[in-house]
């Protein structure tokens, strides 16, 4: 065996190519080092971590060279002169650190922000988290105040005369309620001594509005609830008489721009909580929230009592006429609370019998005892059985002849009628409605005022002359066993079956049915439509049913309140929307609506028109919605199919921003619904 050789080993040709791959190698990680020092270089991720450690928290090292820029034309053209040349020895290169380097460039710009318009993301993928801006009523300039119309094709084959655009109406209509302002109707009244003036008398047909009715100078979007129970703009309800009448009174003052509400009133001073408790304690039965759930405040002011009972899981109907504080609703509405113009006159107010727990008169300047009581009559038909009626009033308290008279007069009255004076105390004289009809029957004969006709509808409230009779209460006890609230939101009332309907299943089942169809809608609306994000307030519902879309609302937690209209071209329903816990109103929309303009946030219309049509005119319903919405609010109408095109039509003439879209049904459904956007109009 031969030794081993070292110096046969360096002569060695495979030694040879060992050796010189290793200086060439040398020689490019020498000369790519110092070459790459002047350009980016890559970003490296750093292996020197623990194996245990390295794939839980990857170090990225960055190049020197990193965030700097470079001409790339003048690189490569000088690479190119240096190949045609012989290379210089290395010598001559200088050192990297006498090279100029250009300014690093500026940093480059933000991404865009994604703004989200819709229930698709910008990666176009479904996505439930989406944002819903505040509605801009975009206001428009220049509207104009003269109606553009042009020649059409009518459904029948003939020509008509189709509205373009609907133009504003003069300033002096501002704050127009066409039933109410109708001064030419008003003039030819054969008397006014009982209040008829304050009573609805409205245009004649094809006298009515036909304008957009105007905001004031500066109106701003509604401070919205519940800041609004305590200040208002005054730019929005432009006016002070009332401050000026009852500014001493604690009900309101202005502070700079804004109407500041206080939470008094004439009998309650020192504010509405205070007086609230007071009347908890002079009768603790009347358990607001609980037992008492719907109150109706007479001559009203601007609502302090009301907005004060919304704490306490009351609903409060305020009402007031149209007289020389002619702004009292305006200012309720504006502040969030429920609130209607009518009058204690000559006729019926558009609520059932058995209506309201509580019945709430302080101060409110009426003669009770007038014409042998009819007003307190038909205070007794809104009255539950069992329900309170409170009066605070000068002759409660003050020992003046006069009103010591008027007090006898009232205790003899409330004797006839079978109610019991629970309690007298300071201001507040509150009594009790009887729960059954035992004490009318056991009266004298001829003792007046007589039970009325057991044929007298009670719930027959529209355009019904008062009636000088005591209305009979039923004798199965229905209006008077209604659970306590909130249970009887969503029990079916005794009333259910008194309600003239062809129905050929049960009503129970057709409450129930109704209750879940507009709970799954109103839950899609939430999800889908955002609407917690929405500054509901003030709600209508133009076609109510059963009140399933309010109790909806209330299910899923919407800081709102709801009017329910049942139009008088339907079953009269109002009955069971009252015994569920919600405030109702008897109305034909044929006819304009009793309040002020810009009042309502949100407009509901299911099956409305394709049932109007036939009977009203579409324009004047629009029109007359246009006037009671606010800029800014919107309208959700689920209908036909075949009314879609007409009232998208006239909704382009009148400036609002619609899109038509299909119901859960489908595509191919007969059913559509059409949202609508006011926008802020001006000339």
Known sequence: MKSFNYGNLFKSSTFIKIFTSVLVSLAFFYFGKHWSDGYQQLIFFNSRQSPLTSYKNPKVSLSPNFNKSFDLSSVINDTSQRQSLSDPPL????????????????????????????????????ADDFEVGDLDPGVVENWGSANETEAGEGSGGGWRHVVKKFGLCPESMREY???????????????????????RHCPEKGQGLNCLVRVPKGYRTPIPWPRSRDEVWFSNVPHARLVEDKGGQNWISINKDKFKFPGGGTQFIHGAAQYLDQMSKM????????????????????????????????????????????????????RGVPAMVAAFATRRLLYPSQAFDLIHCSRCRINWTRDDGILLLEVNRMLRAGGYFAWAAQPVYKHEAILEEQWEEMINLTSLLCWN???????????????????????????QPPLCDSGDDPDNVWYVDLRACITRLPEDGAGANVPTWPSRLHSPPDRLQSIRMDAYISRRELFRAESKYWNEIIGSYVHALHWKKFKLRNVLDMRAGFGGFAAALIDHKLDCWVLNVV??????TLPVIYDRGLLGVMH????????????????????????????????????????????????????SLAVMD???????AMGWHMSLRDTSEGPHASYRILICDKRLLRS
Not at 290 to 307: K, N, W
Not at 646 to 652: A, S, T
């Open 646 to 652: 007409e009232l998208q039509e006239i909704g382009k």
């Open 283 to 334: 009768v603790p039965d009347i358990a607001f929230g609980q037992h008492t759930r719907l109150v109706l405040d007479v001559g009203c002011g601007v609502a302090s009592f009301g907005a004060y009972l919304v704490s306490r899981n009351v609903l409060t109907m305020s009402i007031a006429p149209k007289d020389v504080h002619e702004n009292q609703i305006q200012f309720a509405l504006e």
């Open 567 to 572: 139009p008088v071209s339907g079953p009269n």
């Open 177 to 199: 309620i066409p039933c109410l302002d109708n001064e030419e109707a008003i003039r030819h009244l054969k008397s006014m001594e009982k209040g008829e003036r304050f009573e």
């Open 421 to 447: 004076l629970v309690k007298k105390e300071g201001y507040i004289a509150i009594w009790q409605k009887p729960l059954n009809n035992s004490c009318y029957l056991s009266r004298e004969a001829g003792t």
């Open 91 to 126: 010598a001559s290169f200088p050192p990297p650190s006498d090279l100029e380097s250009p300014p690093p460039p500026p940093p480059p710009p933000p991404p865009p922000v994604v703004q989200r318009f819709g229930i698709v993301d910008e990666n176009g993928i479904m």
């Open 588 to 639: 034909d929309w044929c006819e304009p609506f009793d309040t002020y303009p810009r009042t309502y946030d949100l407009l509901h219309a299911a099956g409305l028109f394709s049932i109007e049509q036939k009977r009203c005119n579409i324009s004047s319903i629009m029109l007359e919605m246009d006037r009671i919405l606010r800029p800014g609010g919107r309208v959700y109408i689920r209908d």
